[in-house]
């Protein structure tokens, strides 16, 4: 299947300082990627679609601002965090799908794991 | 909306154990219904999907059976392994490629 990568897959920062966080799709394009939040054990949360070559679409109730999305190329979407809190410590995680389509696989990234001291 | 709801976990089971991991949806339309693996430290993994109902997905010894009647996507493996131990997601794509997923089933084969 198709691979998609991230980097970093760990990071530790201080508080007040911007993290960015790599997603590529390594064998396909994707004109659309997606980022997941993952708190512990619990579920994915959507918090932002990636449309290369446009703005992001949030989901509800996740800052624009604080989250910042480029989709610079078909293969890749960065995700900023900035000004980082310890709140914002979580395990982020991306996904691409090859086609467009109802049904199609998302092939998600192995994570970032972001920890805000 | 669109929601997914998978069984509380963790689950705890004596390897070569049956085991179901329940998963009912609520969509509009026709959705696609996955089921997501995984393992500590690590992103997910697709283990299987289906497509349109009465579809069977099935991958590693798992199957599950897309029950539009029922609304449900229940996660089956005849005989687990230790290494199966892992969380499950069951999730479901209703257009567009964005995925709800349910809150994860921890799942602990014991040797």
């Known amino acids: 299947g198709a691979v998609v990568s991230q980097h970093p897959s760990r990071v530790i920062c201080k508080s007040g300082t911007s993290v960015k966080i790599e997603c590529r799709s390594l064998?396909?394009?994707?004109?659309?990627m997606f980022w997941y939040r993952q708190f512990p054990k619990q579920s994915l949360m959507l918090m932002a679609t990636?449309?290369?070559?446009?703005?992001?679409?949030?989901e509800q109730g996740v800052e624009k601002d604080k989250f910042l999305i480029n989709h610079a190329s078909l293969t890749l979407s960065t995700l900023t965090v900035t000004s980082a809190h310890p709140e914002d410590s979580s395990f982020y995680i991306c996904?691409?799908?090859?086609?467009?389509?109802?049904?199609?696989?998302?092939?998600f990234g192995p994570g970032t794991r972001l920890l805000v001291l | 909306g669109d929601s997914v709801t998978q069984m509380e976990g963790p689950v705890t089971l004596s390897e070569e154990a049956f085991l179901t991991i329940n998963c009912t949806y609520t969509?509009?339309?026709?959705?696609?219904l996955f089921w997501y693996v995984q393992y500590p430290g690590e992103g997910l993994q697709l283990l299987l999907k289906?497509?349109?109902?009465?579809d069977k997905g099935s991958n590693k010894g798992f199957e599950a059976t897309y029950r539009k009647e029922t609304t449900s996507f229940h996660l089956e493996k005849g005989s687990v392994q230790v290494s199966d131990s892992a969380v499950y997601f069951c999730?479901?794509?209703?257009?567009?490629?964005?995925?709800?997923f349910g809150t994860g089933t921890k799942l602990q084969v014991i040797p």
């Open positions: 996904s691409a799908g090859e086609g467009t389509g109802v049904g199609e696989t998302q092939y």
């Open positions: 064998d396909f394009q994707a004109t659309t």
């Open positions: 990636s449309n290369e070559g446009s703005k992001a679409t949030y």
């Open positions: 969509a509009t339309g026709y959705p696609s």
């Open positions: 289906a497509t349109k109902a009465d």
């Open positions: 999730a479901l794509d209703g257009g567009y490629q964005k995925v709800t």
